[in-house]
């Protein structure tokens, strides 16, 4: 029981057929947590919760075929979550249509923003960026109500937000980034948080293909997400709100202070001090 | 003008019916450009126009209703921008669907949970993927000129997270983001990609009068003016990937002063917070 510190939570996890998702959703139902798995392919999801419940035991998990950016079945995700696992107390924002849409090889291959179909560059937006809003709007009554949540959101590297070559996928991403910032705020005093969890570089997933030449082994394992997304998801980061983590500088053997230092900072680009100009009267009030 | 130094060169304004938009396409059209004035509001754009074409004399402006999202209606201005005035030099995306849509916006702001998802998306439409579309459609004409300029408008780095207000600041973080990829795109073109921002809440309809805020404590929307007409012109040749903050801006100051006061690089680049790399 001592290593299943998660028993008794219910996470939802979107893109969880794949990459970095299925390595939480692993990770998650590992330490005790029922996972309900949401992704586009009803195949792969079904791989998905396989192994998923090889990692947490029969019945942990449930799939959940669902487009994020579909309001309705975005709510029926939900509900469905809810009539399974009688609640949920974590949200995970990691699906995302990823570089390769755009280009096999971001590295050498880039195109141009004016040679890129728009519609796929919309689609892109709207699965990355307002796809966690959605899904973050349906579940946060939930979580409050309950008083006690987590909303941890996928971004990027701040510096891959723009990186040339990749369409909307960084742009898009920055908006999630910002948005969490909003979600943070927007959650004071409720018992549920939001942060941002990223990998720290490229990872093995299919978001980087062979194409790029990486030596796959080299790349951020998703596995590395595991360790960070547990703790974030434990009661010891109940006080851990507005916060991004790398998961790559992640090191459990380091104090939780020290660990926070190494891999955490605040979420967005708050640390920059070239803010907007406010009229004196606006800077006295307490928004 | 005494100065009309940006003769010869044709911009497009997108969201020019008001606002900054509006003084931007005055300015620009005083210091000798022609401006094709974009907006969805047809009345609010004749009027708008009106005001440019007396700041710039007879012709120089031509209001021209588009929907910055829609692709055929994009390629279709473009077209009849260049046929009636022989070149498009810059693009100013400046149309944007504000936080004022959000009812209690400033005086009892929605949480992100309350938002309405119509409103959410159509930010996410216009702010971001309109100013990609416009400059899709209008980077080859300036790119076969060998000269041209994308001027974006976002806004304060810390107003992208400003709650209550939607997906406005998201948007806006999107759009800084890529401005960034615009320019390493153009590299090497003659084009330039940066972003022009007030600075701070702005004396336009984007604000309020239920904010409680004296009117005329806000940023004036002419201070757009001096930044957008420099940024225009061949004195800013060169200057690409940089964001500048117009209530910085002076005009008295020694050119790399100003530059080195108002501006900064684009995006978050200062932030030592790099992607880590199998070769690192």
């Known amino acids: ?287 | 003008m005494t100065d009309r130094i940006l003769e010869g060169k044709t911009v497009l304004m997108t969201g020019a019916g008001r606002g900054m938009g509006r003084m931007m396409s005055i300015a620009l059209a005083s210091a000798g450009a022609k401006v094709a004035m974009i907006d969805i509001d047809e009345d609010v754009l004749a009027e708008a126009a009106k005001d440019a074409e007396n700041a710039g004399g007879q012709g120089s402006v031509k209001p021209m209703v588009c929907d910055v999202t829609d692709a055929d209606r994009a390629k279709a201005t473009a077209e009849e921008i260049v046929s009636t005035f022989g070149s498009l030099d810059m693009l100013v995306n400046d149309a944007v669907v504000g936080p004022e849509r959000i009812s209690g916006f400033f005086v009892k702001p929605s949480k992100f949970w309350e938002l309405g998802d119509d409103l959410w998306n159509a930010m996410l439409r216009v702010n971001i993927f309109g100013p990609q579309l416009m400059a899709k459609t209008c980077a080859p004409y300036m790119i076969q000129r060998g000269w041209g300029r994308i001027v974006n408008v976002t806004t304060s780095l810390d107003t992208m997270y400003l709650s209550g207000a939607g997906a406005y600041g998201p948007t806006k973080a999107a759009l800084e983001a890529h401005t960034s990829i615009m320019s390493q795109d153009l590299d090497g073109t003659g084009v330039t990609a940066n972003i022009l921002i007030p600075g701070g809440p702005v004396n336009t309809r984007m604000i309020p009068d239920a904010s409680g805020i004296a009117r005329e404590k806000l940023i004036q929307p002419d201070v757009m003016q001096k930044p957008i007409t420099w940024l225009a012109s061949d004195d800013s040749d060169g200057i690409t990937n940089m964001r500048f903050i117009a209530a910085l801006w002076d005009d008295a100051l020694p050119h790399e002063e100003r530059i080195e006061r108002a501006g900064a690089p684009v995006a978050w680049a200062q932030i030592p917070s790099k992607s880590i790399y199998p070769d690192d």
């Not at chain 1, 998923?52 to 469905?80: F, K, M, S, Y």
């Not at chain 1, 990027?156 to 909307?168: A, E, P, Q």
């Not at chain 1, 796959?216 to 009661?235: I, K, N, Y």
């Open chain 1, 1 to 287: 029981m001592t290593d299943r510190p998660l028993e008794g939570r219910t996470a939802i996890i979107t893109g969880a057929g794949r990459g970095l998702g299925k390595s939480m959703s692993e990770g998650l139902a590992a330490q005790g947590a029922r996972i309900a798995l949401i992704d586009l392919e009803e195949d792969v999801l079904a791989a998905a919760v396989a192994d998923v419940e090889a990692a947490g035991g029969q019945g942990c998990a449930l799939a959940i075929p669902t487009d994020v950016t579909d309001t309705d079945r975005a709510q029926a995700a939900i509900d469905r979550t809810i009539e399974a696992f009688g609640g949920f107390d974590i949200l995970i924002n990691d699906a995302a249509m990823g570089p390769q849409f755009f280009t096999d090889n971001f590295v050498a291959d880039t195109p141009k923003f004016w040679e890129v179909d728009p519609d796929l560059w919309y689609r892109v937006l709207t699965v990355n960026a307002y796809g966690p809003q959605l899904m973050a709007t349906v579940a946060t009554p939930h979580l409050v109500e309950r008083g006690w949540g987590r909303i941890i959101n996928v971004t990027t590297s701040l510096d891959t937000m723009y990186l040339k070559g990749c369409g909307s996928y960084g742009p898009s991403k920055a908006a999630l980034e910002a948005n969490t910032r909003i979600m943070s705020q927007d959650l004071v005093g409720t018992g549920v948080t939001a942060n941002v969890l990223i990998p720290g570089g490229p990872a093995n997933t299919r978001m980087i293909p062979e194409a790029t030449g990486f030596d796959r082994d080299e790349l951020v394992q998703p596995e590395a997400m595991r360790p960070p997304v547990c703790w974030l998801c434990s009661a010891d980061a109940d006080d851990i709100n507005g916060m991004r983590f790398i998961a790559s500088l992640w090191d459990e053997d380091l104090s939780r202070d020290e660990r926070i230092a190494m891999a955490g900072a605040p979420t967005a680009w708050a640390q920059i001090e070239a803010l907007g100009q406010r009229p004196r009267d606006w800077a006295q009030t307490d928004r």
